[in-house]
């Protein structure tokens, strides 16, 4: 059966613009848990579309296809996945599947309007052998245009950020002022300047599994240091008006004639 009940459609660009506030209000309830990076992201989006009746596809890098109105995921050459009944089960397997690689390479595109709310913040690199360099995704809730100081500027209970070595062994602190930073990445000032600065829900890693909040980032020195601004692409937004959840999916490999014995694995509609 589907994750949810879907009885809305993307195409009402009111819902894009809803989910953004979405993010906006309900990231700062994420501090402290313990998902990963990508993980707090993909959840926050499927609790709004599941809440909105919007269908959501998703696609890992093997070109397995996750979408919410089906009851399954489908694999190239007629395969099925493990199934969902409820929206925790969809979650749980769309999480297990969909990482920072997937959803940079498969999910995503970049926002040139960026940072925005709702935005993912993401740097996937691969050396020269295509091994994996530095990734990470996290979530942008709110933003500030140039000039407009945060309200939190000058509260002595929020610590300025201390770099992230310092701050990966800070396990029990899960706010930081970041505003502008210096060379070795720690808080050089906390007020406005000629950037965007923006606020995240991030998770910094194994070592630190525990969601931070982290306040008036300074976009232009995230961009220095290969971090994009993303959105989710057409492809997870897609209403699927020609299918309605059963059997195979009537787009893409998914449908392909097993008694012509070929299949590429890979979404062409």
Not at 83 to 105: C, F, G, M
Request: hydrophobic letters at 30%; glycine letters at 8%; proline letters at 6%.
């Amino acid at each position: 059966m589907a994750a949810w009940n879907h009885h809305t459609q993307w195409s009402d660009a009111h819902y894009y613009l809803a989910y953004r506030k979405y993010a906006q209000n309900t990231a700062p309830g994420f501090k402290g848990r313990k998902e990963d990076c990508a993980d707090l992201s993909i959840m926050l989006m499927i609790d709004f579309a599941a809440k909105s009746g919007l269908p959501l596809s998703f696609y890992d890098v093997d070109d397995w296809l996750y979408a919410s109105k089906a009851a399954t995921p489908y694999g190239p050459f007629r395969k099925l996945g493990t199934p969902w009944a409820t929206k925790a089960d969809y979650t749980r397997i769309v999480q297990q599947n969909i990482q920072t690689k997937s959803l940079h390479e498969r999910n995503t595109t970049i926002n040139v309007s960026g940072p925005q709310e709702g935005d993912l913040m993401m740097r996937y690199t691969t050396t020269v052998f295509g091994i994996t360099d530095k990734h990470h995704t996290a979530l942008v809730f709110a933003v500030y245009p140039p000039g407009k100081a945060h309200p939190r500027e000058n509260d002595p209970k929020l610590p300025s950020f201390p770099g992230d070595d310092a701050a990966l062994k800070q396990f029990n602190v899960t706010e930081y002022f970041r505003g502008t930073v210096d060379g070795d990445g720690k808080t050089a000032y906390r007020h406005s300047d000629k950037d965007v600065h923006f606020d995240y829900l991030n998770s910094r890693g194994e070592d630190k599994r525990n969601a931070e909040l982290i306040y008036y980032a300074n976009a232009a020195q995230l961009k220095d240091i290969g971090f994009e601004f993303r959105q989710y692409s057409s492809d997870v937004l897609d209403n699927w008006a020609d299918w309605d959840g059963s059997g195979f999916p009537p787009r893409g490999d998914y449908d392909w004639d097993p008694s012509s014995g070929t299949g590429a694995g890979s979404r062409t509609g």
